[in-house]
């Protein structure tokens, strides 16, 4: 039998009935006085009493419709059959669903992404899905960032009826209910945490197990029996592989010497898998790295594949890996899938980076002979810096300068110019150094001769001899 009882709208139908009839009165007698005014105005003659007789006229009206339209638009919030609902969010992950049809259904909504962080819907099959639109008779995983209520307004379903597909259903009610359909294995609900419920209450989310497709709440409210968890005295501690005691709230599976008459069942959870290693867009100096994944429960399988790759696996019947992978040089798109007990798949990915390989350099400037400009040319996917040194001694290059528009890439030439006006008819030497973030690499040392004028004369040319080397060098 149901536990709640029917609502009575007849005395609700009635007084909007009666507001609805006042409502167009009000309008009929607004039309009658305007006709009434419009005639009254064709009739004078007198031009002054006409355009204050329209103004007052006008003004009456105006504040009449006013009144109207506003008494109108707030009747009509108030719908035939329409009612409130409130949900108390705690902070954290909620298993809840709604009992009422709403107008606007979108779960933005519904769950305001300001209070509410995460969404999701169970869909079976299908698995896991973040829903566009919330509906009843629909269980639904909601984050919330702090302890808060939501408030809806809506209408109920025809029915109470929900339809649940053969293995692992979240479903929610249209109020309070009890099972005794005899295809159902298991109901969970989490409060948390995971618990049993005697009675289903409209607001929450259960998951449900049935042992073929079905309709639930047929008939109303019924007192029935299911079984859901085991009585450790009867079954013991056994265990079977990949699940742990078959405890109340924990991951649950018969264990081999159960009992006939005692059902425990697999109970999902939240898909969540982390991977703490490698951390999300880090730079790595080295290609084998330490794969750490957690996910929240024990999966059938756990898999992963880096970029474009297959699949390998990484564990059976598991809740975490740790083991060292080898990666691809540059970047890296990891990707980790959970194959779960019911056949659905969850995923997830982080992009990081390798940098292994040396700076090369390919080509420096100038040759023989300099005035100032200098340039080198490189490959390296992950530069830190570059840097100019010279000097007249080929031991000590006494003097530098960093390079300051120098970017990462292949074949990159880059260049920069050096005021070397106290070098002026002298030989010098000169080299590069590339720095990434792990290794360093040194250009050859070159000696050049120094044929400027004046510091002013050289930058003049600068210009010119970019261009030419540019050109040359196809820089």
């Known amino acids: 039998m149901k536990m709640r009882e029917k609502k009575n709208i007849n005395n609700k139908m009635t007084n909007n009935v009666n507001k609805d009839n006042e409502h167009k009165k009000i309008v009929d007698n607004i039309t009658i006085n305007n006709n009434k005014t419009d005639t009254n105005i064709n009739n004078l003659n007198n031009g ?20 109207a339209t506003e008494s109108f638009l707030t009747a009509n919030v108030i719908v035939l059959g329409q009612e409130s609902f409130t949900l108390n969010l705690h902070e954290g992950w909620n298993l809840v669903s709604i009992p009422l049809n709403v107008q606007d259904n979108s779960r ?66 249209v109020g309070n209910q009890t099972i005794s359909e005899g295809f ?37 409210l019924a007192s029935g029996t299911y079984y859901s968890a085991i009585d450790e005295g009867v079954c013991g501690n056994d265990k079977r592989e990949g699940f742990e005691d078959c405890d109340l709230g924990d991951d649950l599976a018969c264990p081999g010497s159960c009992l006939s008459n005692c059902k425990c069942s697999y109970a999902p959870k939240i898909p969540s898998i982390t991977i703490q290693s490698p951390e999300r867009n880090e730079l790595y100096g080295t290609r084998s790295l ?69 700076p090369k350099i390919i080509a420096t400037f100038p040759f023989k002979k300099g005035n100032g400009i200098f340039g080198v040319k490189y490959t390296e996917a992950n530069l830190r810096k570059v840097t100019l040194f010279y000097g007249l001694s080929s031991i000590n290059l006494s003097s530098s300068k960093v ?72 820089i």
Do not use: H
């Open 403 to 474: 390079f300051s528009n120098c970017v990462s890439g292949t074949k990159i030439w880059c260049y920069d110019f050096v005021n070397l006006s106290d070098y002026n008819g002298k030989y010098i030497y000169y080299r590069f150094l590339l720095e990434d973030p792990y290794r360093n690499k040194y250009s050859s040392t070159k000696k050049i001769f120094v044929n400027i004028a004046t510091y002013s004369e050289a930058m003049s040319i600068s210009g010119e001899v970019i261009s030419f080397v540019q050109k040359i060098f196809g």
């Open 48 to 67: 002054k009493i006409v355009f204050v007789l329209m103004i007052v006229s006008l003004i009456i009206i105006s504040t009449i419709l006013v009144y």
């Open 290 to 358: 330490l794969l750490n994944v957690n996910t929240i429960e024990k999966v059938k399988y756990l898999y992963y594949k880096i970029n474009s790759g297959s699949y390998s696996k990484l564990c059976t019947n598991c809740n975490k890996y740790s083991g060292t992978k080898s990666f691809a040089e540059g970047k890296n798109n990891l990707t980790v899938k959970a194959l779960a007990y019911d056949g659905a798949n969850y995923f997830s990915s982080v992009i990081f980076y390798t940098d292994t390989i040396k």
């Open 184 to 220: 159902v294995e298991a109901v969970w609900e989490y409060l948390p945490p995971y618990s049993v419920p005697s009675i289903l209450f409209e607001g929450r989310g259960f998951w449900v197990k049935a042992s073929q497709q079905g309709t639930l709440f047929t008939d109303g």
């Open 108 to 173: 933005e909504a519904i769950f305001p992404s300001s209070i509410v962080s995460a969404v999701w819907q169970y869909n079976n099959p299908g698995g896991y899905q973040v829903p566009e639109t919330i509906q009843p008779k629909i269980g639904y995983w909601v984050k919330a960032n702090q302890d808060t209520a939501i408030t809806i307004y809506g209408s109920r379903p025809e029915n109470d009826e929900v339809q649940v597909n053969t293995g692992w259903n979240l479903i929610g009610v």
